[in-house]
DNA sequence: CGCGAAATTGAGAGCAATCAAATGTCGTGG
DNA sequence: CCACGACATTTGATTGCTCTCAATTTCGCG
């Protein structure tokens, strides 16, 4: 492999987004080719809205933020990129600005690929087209257990879901949060303040401990499974 | 038009569903010509958990509600189609047995499509695979927003959404509420008692009118779009 | 008309938001 | 290296929205 990589970047996000995985290699040379990689240092943002939508965004290394700007001014977390999401969704297939923001929370590496050849790659790839299809798919189930638990779950519950996701992801049961508490807090939906009594209620039932102010080693992962 | 039908309700849904437009006269044809349709009466259930999910469901005229149950036994509403809307998202492409219900609300014609014969009309037609991402990505931000939504706004703002969105698609300011309100209530992630308790209020504050039980008019929809 | 389901209304309890104040953390500059 | 300020977090007290439980009342349908 790599026969053809003069980029290592652009390399990871070929294969670590499951839209190019199981893509002929000619398709995935390809893709490399029109790939571009930047990096962004924490807080710098990625996108900002106004910006015209046309690249699909794939986040190689590292982690992102996207929200709005509610009427108040206030942020509203729309979803966190992690290493291996991409973004560009809605807008890659239509002309509109960009309504939100993207905005480093580490250094974090991300690849691009324009519109225009993503479409054309679409269209010359069936693999991909239906790679895309899937992947869309699998954000929307996603998208609708998430709108399931907000309409039905406690606070309580959707942290210690929030948790057991972080902890996937990162692939450890002991971990740095991400985020801080405030954008934890409009992640679920909810204040700082009730994130902050709700880690310590999770704290006091021992299913989790609080090694630090953002270092949480997680004790009982079934049990944070179970609470309602 | 109409130059090869022989099944109206399959013409109405290659003509109502998005993802079907723009097709060439070609396709078009084709697409019609692999669509089976069949009508349920209301209270019929369209598919079942279990079912495999070897299918494109589409709603050619009606309405349905699609949902889970939940541990406890309760029904956790997932969507209702309208006339247009189309299902099988996720399982479309997997092998996976449906996980929810999706119930006639009242008398509906529905179209499928098999699976295979989708995903061969997808390899064929890269025009039916870029409105496909499109669909799927229009949903996508349509689930961000219900998402935020559910996450940031009061049981009245999200009825009063509700509300709007009702009398859009219906294309009328006064209509009968389609849901019984027990399933308004699992829609919204609320219960009945509230549902009836927030649709006085709105009658109230003379947003609304309740004409009768289940028959609503809309006074003031700026108004209603301005509830928090 | 009469049954059963749905909807309304009322009373009470609980969870989480808000407001307020104290404490902790981090980066900067002296 | 320490002092300072800005911001994040914690903790406490109170308020308010919504759920739950319970009792009617209304509606839909045979």
Known sequence: MAHLAHNHTAEDCVELVTIFQSLSEEDTSTVASLVSDKHYESGEYIYQA???????????????????????????????????????????????????????LMDTDVCQIKRSDFQKLMKSSPELAVNMVNAFGQRIVQLEQQTTEAATSSVESRLASYLLETGAGLKQDEFELPLKKKDIATYLGTTPETISRKLSSLAKDELIEKKSNTLIKILDADGLAMVE
């Open 50 to 104: 106004g910006d015209p939508a046309d690249a699909l965004t794939i986040v190689a290394h590292g982690q992102a933020k996207v929200f709005q700007l509610a009427s108040n001014g206030k942020e509203q977390m729309l979803r966190i990129l992690q290493t291996g999401d991409f973004d560009g969704e809605a807008a890659l297939f239509s002309n509109e600005d960009r309504g939100s923001f993207a905005q480093a």
